[in-house]
């Protein structure tokens, strides 16, 4: 959970996951679903159904214990060499190295390394730190060391007058420690997406998503991006006829909400959309649900906000006299 998600974000979902999955033999019994709803709104998928796949290959490969070996630890999906060495070091006490962005930055000041492509760079600090490890508390020295990056040693404005290494930073010294790693250039690409609501006897339409690729294994409403050149009706047309194989009769605007990725920043557009008529259901991909059953199913955080908006919408309804909502 740790990964590409701040501590404090964390704790909450950590809890929450414990409580669910006590143990490994517990999560890896657990339906695809439960585990993705239960990490909905941490993000990166991927990492939910990779300690998933982890949880039933321990438990089928190693009798439910979590081994100790760091190349059998590797073997596990989505145990990178990261992971696994983190694990192996802080969990067992195995003199591994850990080399993320914090233990990377550190050693690259202490040594005024210049930046090289990174498998050379990784290689050059991970034999820095091999013989500098404890013979015991390898773990506790992992863990100082990342900590010292991402509380001191920072990426921006680091805090030299308070560093303990700073006698012994070559980068410091040289005044080059801002300049070690050379700040990263990233372009969010902005991307407008169109999807329909689409109802029927209080149920809504949602479909899931295939199991490779961006936000795998997760439930939304039938829609997609908007092509160049294309307005945003024409756009859910198109893909209403492309994903459900029907016409588009009419088309209500409903609202619109924004979500960020790590390199994409989305609007998605809902309507109120009625067909020529009823899409065909996909067993196990494409089903009929009420909006209250809906949080029961894991969401991209884009989905999750239109389902509270439409939440909000029927209770609105619920309120006027002789109104009826089309969803419950």
Not at 150 to 177: E, F, T, Y
């Amino acid at each position: 959970m740790l990964q590409q998600t701040t501590v404090q974000a964390v704790i909450p979902f950590y809890k929450r996951w414990l409580r669910l999955f006590p143990d490994v033999k517990t999560l890896a019994r657990a339906s695809r679903q439960e585990v993705l709803r239960a990490w909905q709104g941490l993000g990166y998928y991927a990492r939910a159904r990779n300690l998933h796949d982890a949880a039933r290959a321990v438990v089928r490969e190693f009798a439910g214990r979590l081994p100790d070996n760091l190349g059998q630890l590797r073997s596990l999906p989505g145990l990178g060499p990261y992971t696994a060495a983190a694990v192996a070091s802080i969990a067992f006490d195995k003199p591994c190295p850990v080399l993320d962005a914090n233990v990377r930055r550190v050693v690259m000041r202490l040594e005024n390394i210049a930046p090289r492509d990174g498998p050379r760079t990784d290689r050059i600090i991970l034999d820095f730190l091999a013989p500098r490890l404890p013979s015991r508390g390898a773990g506790d020295f992992n863990q100082a060391v990342m900590e010292l990056g991402a509380l001191v040693c920072k990426p921006r404005n680091p805090l030299c007058l308070l560093c303990p290494l700073r006698p012994s930073c070559r980068a410091a010294k040289a005044g080059r420690q801002e300049l070690i790693p050379p700040p990263r250039k990233s372009a969010t690409k902005r991307i407008e997406a169109v999807v329909a609501i689409i109802h029927k006897d209080g149920r809504l339409l949602v479909q899931k998503r295939p199991a490779g690729g961006l936000l795998a294994d997760l439930w939304e409403f039938p829609g997609g991006k908007r092509k160049r050149g294309e307005s945003l009706e024409e756009a859910l047309r198109r893909e209403v006829r492309e994903e459900l194989g029907v016409e588009v009769v009419s088309a209500r605007p409903l609202t619109s909400v924004k979500h960020a990725y790590t390199q994409f920043l989305v609007r998605l557009h809902a309507f109120e959309v009625t067909t020529d008529r009823e899409p065909g259901l996909t067993p196990g991909c494409r089903r009929w649900v009420t909006l209250r059953g809906l949080r029961r199913y894991p969401l991209p955080s884009g989905s999750v906000r239109l389902v509270d908006f439409l939440d909000r919408a029927a209770r609105r309804k619920t309120h006027r006299p002789g109104a009826s909502r089309p969803w419950k």
